[in-house]
């Protein structure tokens, strides 16, 4: 497609990109945009980055930029850095042993396919997931080369699975959850044959490293559009095997109540992002096992005579341990998740200098979120919650602590021994 028939222009290709790309023609090679960026442009968008394709092997990209470094164990790419701003590069190749990511992409068998088979331009297009991330917008000629069918598909908005889409998600189940991602993501409709398979093979999914699919959570549910990929996982019965506990418990679910909790938690993430809010995976988390595990506590403190908050501290680690067989959920993020899960009770206790101290608590802007939400599903009354609420503005709290915001978010108790810097913004970003 000539320069003449395509709205993409330079203007919207980051100035870092647009170097990579001359450079590397400069050198003799052949550079093109790829991938969601070319997509996000042609759909009218602002792409956060820029993937490349090259015919140039990773060590000739290398020695064409000082300000780079060659990445991936077995998938190798080369990342080109300007200020904060990281450009990838990838050599063509024809087999996909590896996603973008440089996670193992098994065959149905289990065999993993050889990598790094260097390929053609359009070998490149073929091995790539759906026709409208497979767009190669070239630097010589500004035309955009589609081997696969993805302009057509861009302007009818939909998502197809370049080849057999059974073979596809054979090769790599996790495109089923790309699939409910994108169509989240750019609102696409995901097309009959590529839709159609996924019920049945979504069980293929269990055999997906639970590491890959914590990356892969954070994809669906922390960039901006988690109610919308919640939608598209309950529509093509995915949650089951993402979020199996979760599952089980909207089963049962007469008032739609625990659906229009989880609803609204993922809204209010979507909201997060959109104000350009910190997110973290631990409170998703504790949104979605909030349900099981005090239904499993109830259970603990009737038959083995547990005060609440110990039966909610073993059942979240039952049940934590439990999910984490499906999602790896690092310990930075599972351990307040548990955390904030057992502070629960504790807004049950009104009086006393105890509430002082949970005001305190670096974590009681997060529990008091759930606490909040815990609301849609009854478990709080109208009159508590506005107590809360109120006292947790600072208005209500006797002497002392004024308390701003900022005071009870995160109390004096932040200060003491756990000043453990998480790395806040790279845990919204890393989806
Ligand atoms: P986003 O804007 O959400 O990052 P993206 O299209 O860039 O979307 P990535 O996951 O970053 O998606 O992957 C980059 C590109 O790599 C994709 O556009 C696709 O061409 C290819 N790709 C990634 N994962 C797979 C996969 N599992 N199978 C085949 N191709 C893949
Ligand atoms: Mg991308």
Redo the contacts with the bound molecule.
Sequence with gaps: MPRSEHNISRANISSAALKVLYRLREGGFEAYL????V??LLLGGH???F?IATDATPEQVHGLFNNSRLIGRRFRLVHVRFGREIIEVATFRAA?GH???DHE?AEGSGRVLRDNVWGTLEDDAL????TV??LYYGIGDFAIRDYAGGVADIAARQLRLIGDPEQRYRE?P??ML?AA??AA?LDFEIEADTAAPIERLAGLLDNIPAARLFDEFG?LFQ?GHAYASWQQLQKYDLTRHLLPLTHMWLNNDPEGSRRRFIEQALRNTDERVATDKPITPMFLFAIFLWGPVSGRARQLTEEEQMSDVQALALAGAELMAMQCQRIAVPKRFSLPMREIIQMQPRFARRTGKRVQSFLGHRRFRAAYDLYVLRGLLGEVSDEELAWWTEVQQGVAVGEGDGGDDDTFGRGKKRSKKTVRKRPRKRSKKKE
């Design positions: 790829v991938g969601g960026s997509r996000d792409p956060k980055d993937d996909a996603d973008d990511d992409i091995r790539r997931d759906f991330n497979s790599d996790v495109r790309r991602r994108f993501k994809k960039s």
